[in-house]
């Protein structure tokens, strides 16, 4: 169950990560620092909302390294998303239209993450 600091933080980054992609097609020259921030911030809503982000990272780190992995699905998309920060960081030039729909993408499914828990939260204190 996602606490209040946690939904907090978690509401935050996803406004910040939205805003850095706005900011991103208004500023071309700054596009890839801001994408890739955007990204980021994306991928830290989805930890707060489902856990302590430091512990989770951890998971991720001992996953990467399983053999066999897991066949959790939730883990593998994080360590999926974790890839994609990566290789973005990686990148000399981001300016394409495929990068800005990736990122596009991905603060959307941070959005759709943290809005099903945080209504999963406020479903279960109205059950209660």
Known sequence: MMDEYRKGWALRYLREAKAEL?????????????????????????????????FIEILIREEVQKTPPTNDSVLHFLIELESIVQQIAQLEE??????????????QTATDIVETLIEEKTESLVNT
């Open 94 to 107: 981001i300016n394409s239209d495929a990068i800005m729909k990736q990122a596009d993408s991905i603060v």
């Open 22 to 54: 706005e900011a991103a097609r208004k500023i071309p020259y700054m596009a890839p620092n801001l994408v890739l921030e955007a990204i980021r911030k994306a991928r830290n809503a989805i930890y707060y909302s489902l856990g302590e982000p430091a």
